[in-house]
Every structure is written in C-alpha cells, then in structure tokens.
T-cell receptor
Framework: DSGVTQTPKHLITATGQRVTLRCSPR?????VYWYQQSLDQGLQFLIQ???????AKGNILERFSAQQFPDLHSELNLSSLELGDSALYFC???????????FGPGTRLTVL | GNSVTQMEGPVTLSEEAFLTINCTYT??????LFWYVQYPGEGLQLLLK?????DKGSNKGFEATYRKETTSFHLEKGSVQVSDSAVYFC?????????????FGTGTRLQVTL
C-alpha cells in the first residue's frame, strides 16, 4: 500500500458525460501528479500540482482539467467524454518537486 | 524531448532463470532513472532507482546500473520466481524547468512458469 488513495476504483459512463476522479496523496506529500494509461498510448503524464499550484502540463486534453485543494487532495475532471478516453488514470504523489513518486491503485474509466 | 525504449515483451522464463530487460533512454541533462512494476490489477510500485551515473539500484533481488556512456538502465535478476510475473516499466525523471514528470517506456510483460 503506497498511501495514495484514489476513488472511485471503477467508473462506467457514456459518451458526452462528465466525471470527476479523486486522489488523496500520502500524508505530508505536497506534489500530486496525474497519469493516463491506455493500450495505444501507454503511460502518459497529464499534469502536476505542487501545494495547490499547477507546475507542469503534459499531454492533457482541453476537455480535461484538474485542481489541488487546500487539504492537498486533487481532482481530475474529464468532460465531453469520448470512447478513446477509456483508460486507467493514476494519481501519484511526492514529498516535494523532485522526489520519487508513489502511485495510487488507479481509477479505471470505461466510456460506452 | 525525453524518451525511454524498452525491449518488447512478453518475456517468458522458467522459474530460477536469469532475467534481463533492456532499457535505453534519451534525455537532456542528467535524469534520474527508475524501474516500476505493475502486478495484475494493481497500481505501479517503485522497484528501484538510480540518480546519477554508475549508481546501482537494487531491491528484492533486482538490480540495474545507470550507464551514462550507453544511456542504458537494464534490469536484471539472477533467479526469477513465479511471483515476479508482472509488467515492468523503465522510466526517467528529468529535473529541468520547474517540475518533475516521469517519462515511461512501453512496459515489458514478464511471465514466469514452473
């Protein structure tokens, strides 16, 4: 158990809908990262937050957004969902900006 | 940009066989290198890491050495067990700019049989 929690574990929804994925980092970690794992794209970095501020953006679609709250938990919002958004979404956390990252168990999103 | 190349899988070995999974990288600057393991139905677990050239990371019998001259970080284990069956990801973290993200290889599936 890494100490990073993600909810829900599974999510099934329809095209065009909007969902929110939630992540709670390890106690004391200030950085939160989001990654997407799909069969065709592999593991891709989406976005990083540090102590509430966005620090880096990767291949994140405009339909996706994220935020980190004062209690340091983070949410990833996915809207206007398409079939191709079906994937495993991982959250990771680290103590600071440069430290090793610990991953949560992931949320499996299925868009029908 | 940064990239990581791993050998294609799946790799099928008998228990107690020697394991090598090749990983090479392209990066600007001086990245840190990692091996993560993903067991079926689970998230990623950090297996080992190395932060500078010639460092050797090791954990649970697995080893990898950071080779700057060949830009490689090959994973090895002397004697694999059935419980090692999983997908292994090589990754790098480039401490450039103001943030640190992981760039992953495509993963190598290892299957160990009795």
């Amino acid at each position: 158990d890494s100490g990073v929690t993600q909810t829900p574990k599974h999510l099934i929804t329809a095209t065009g809908q909007r969902v929110t994925l939630r992540c709670s980092p390890r106690s004391g970690d200030l950085s939160v990262y989001w990654y997407q794992q799909s069969l065709d794209q592999g593991l891709q970095f989406l976005i990083q937050y540090y102590n509430g501020e966005e620090r880096a953006k990767g291949n994140i679609l405009e339909r996706f957004s994220a935020q980190q709250f004062p209690d340091l938990h983070s949410e990833l919002n996915l809207s206007s969902l398409e079939l191709g958004d079906s994937a495993l979404y991982f959250c990771a956390s680290s103590v600071g900006l440069w430290n090793e990252q610990f991953f949560g168990p992931g949320t499996r999103l299925t868009v029908l | 940009g940064n990239s990581v190349t791993q050998m294609e899988g799946p790799v099928t070995l008998s228990e107690e066989a020697f394991l090598t999974i090749n990983c090479t990288y392209t990066a600007t600057g001086y990245p840190s290198l990692f091996w993560y393991v993903q067991y079926p139905g689970e998230g990623l677990q950090l297996l080992l890491k190395a932060t500078k050239a010639d460092d050797k990371g090791s954990n649970k019998g697995f080893e990898a050495t950071y080779r700057k001259e060949t830009t490689s970080f090959h994973l090895e284990k002397g004697s694999v067990q059935v419980s090692d069956s999983a997908v292994y990801f090589c990754a790098l973290s480039d401490r450039s700019g103001t943030a640190s993200k992981l760039t992953f290889g495509t993963g190598t599936r290892l299957q160990v049989t009795l």
